[in-house]
């Protein structure tokens, strides 16, 4: 497509988005009226129609089209308390110009009934099947009131017993389409279910891609992301970014002696509590076996150990439900700077000697590492 065109395209329809659809719809519908009143000259040249009473229906349909046209395209029926598509209003417009068409057409009336068809399935996709039936019924409506009026009051030119023929006609048509709207009705709600069924099942493999099945944090993977992208901004902002590596210490006594299931208890409750203490911008990940990393943004080294600190504080003071009296749960940590994106693996080797040096130095502790000194 070339430049002009879509800046044409973009003139006439709007930026892509709901409102182009919106108003490439409704565009469509005043060029079907526009298609409309040229038949229905033709038909005032054949002497099917009054001239006066054509140029009035066409009048009416020209108007109002463009001003649902206009309504959409500047926008204003976003700011409206009912539907921004506008369906239902347009949709009753239409049958109105239907019905007004039927009403001075003559001979050719039947004609009209096939457009009402095109009326109804207009909406159909886009509202509720108990509107789309309202919508029939009052397109029947409608139409069998004037079929009525003009075989009793005016049965010279509206033969009775055609009308009778085009009221059942009308019937049908519109029995037909509330049933094809109950029809999409549920499949509209059998793809929504399906939709939300997929997104459960997406969120799930998300969950089960990115965190770790026992504590629920973020597993080693994702935290490896989370570091990646987070190293970079740090770097772009020249701000030092804090890593602690935490270990259970005598973990592996903790499931010689009392079993996997209290080990994993102590797990699960450990990731908890630290979780809990950790501030909002912080990262805690579950990084293998007994192990957890903790990356904290935007955070000097001081900070950073208080933080850890106020972990250490608050494992002490946690009671782990189901384990053994006797079982005293502390951790040892290491603590590293982290100030660019390459140096991510070299800070939590750091952190991991920092962490080793603090198991020698008696455990439940936090150590810096070297750099950080």
Known sequence: MSKLSTSMVYLVIGPPGKQRVRASQTLLMLVIFVLFAFVQHAEVLFGLIDEAESWQLTTYNLIGATLFYG????????????????????????????????????????????????????????????????????????????????????AQHYNPRVELIHLIFAAIVTGGVAALAARFGQMRRHLSDQKAELAAALE????????????????????????????????????????????????????????????????????????????????LARWGGEEF?????????????RCVQRIHSAILATDFDNVPDDLRVTFSAGLAVCRTTDDVEAAIDRADRAMYKAKSAGRNRTELADEAS
């Open 71 to 154: 309504l959409i395209r500047s926008g204003l029926n976003e700011k409206l308390p009912f539907d921004p598509s506008l369906t239902v209003p347009q949709m009753v417009f239409g049958l109105g110009a239907l019905t007004w068409s039927y009403a001075i057409t003559g001979p050719a009336r039947g004609a009209v009934m096939s457009i009402m068809m095109l009326v109804l399935v207009y909406g159909m996709f886009a509202l509720r099947p108990s509107d789309a039936r309202r919508l029939a019924i009052l397109g029947f409506a409608m139409l069998s009131s004037v079929m009525v009026y003009n075989a009793i009051f005016n």
């Open 293 to 305: 990393l903790l990356m904290m943004p935007d955070t000097p080294i001081d900070q950073a150990f």
């Open 204 to 283: 799930r493999i998300q969950a089960l891609a990115t965190r770790d099945v026992l504590t629920g944090l973020l597993n080693r993977r994702a935290m490896l992301e989370q570091l990646d992208q987070q190293s970079n901004e740090q770097e772009r902002r020249g701000t030092p970014m804090c890593l602690a590596l935490f270990d259970l210490d005598h973990f592996k006594r903790i499931n010689d002696e009392h079993g996997h299931a209290i080990g994993d208890r102590v797990l699960k409750t450990f990731a908890s509590v630290a979780q809990e203490e950790v501030r909002g911008g912080d990262v």
